[in-house]
Nanobody, 116 residues
C-alpha cells in the first residue's frame, strides 16, 4: 500500500502562484505514474498533470503554459508549480499514484482557492 502526503494549497489572488507537493511512501516499485488531479464543486475529478513512468508528461489543456509538474524519483515526490492562477483553477487538488499493475492510491486532497 502507498501512502501520499500532500501540502501547499491555500488562498491566493488571481495571477499569483502556488506550489503543491506530494510525497509517497510505502510499497513503491521503481516504475509508477504520479500526478495531480482536481475536483471543483459540482464537477468530476479531472487530470491536471501527470508524470508517466519513463518521464513523459501530460497536462490538461487548461493549464498548459501555466503549470509545471516535476518529480524526484529518489524521494518519490512530485511537485506542481502553478503560476498565473485563475478563479477557474479553484478546486480540491489530489495527488494520485498508480503502479504498473494499475493499482491507484489517492492523497487526502488540498484546497486551492483563487479569488478574482
Amino acid at each position: 500500500q502507498v501512502h501520499l502526503v500532500e501540502s501547499g494549497g491555500g488562498l491566493v489572488q488571481a495571477g499569483e502562484s502556488l506550489r503543491l507537493s506530494c510525497a509517497a511512501s510505502g510499497s513503491i516499485s521503481s516504475m509508477y505514474h504520479m500526478g495531480w488531479f482536481r475536483q471543483a464543486p459540482g464537477k468530476q475529478r479531472e487530470l491536471v498533470a501527470e508524470v508517466i513512468h519513463g518521464g513523459s508528461i501530460q497536462y490538461a489543456d487548461s493549464v498548459k503554459g501555466r503549470f509545471t509538474i516535476s518529480r524526484d524519483n529518489a524521494e518519490n515526490t512530485v511537485w506542481l508549480q502553478m503560476n498565473s492562477l485563475q478563479p477557474e483553477d479553484t478546486a480540491v487538488y489530489y495527488c494520485r499514484f498508480q503502479d504498473t499493475a494499475a493499482r491507484v492510491s489517492w492523497g487526502q486532497g488540498t484546497q486551492v482557492t483563487v479569488s478574482s
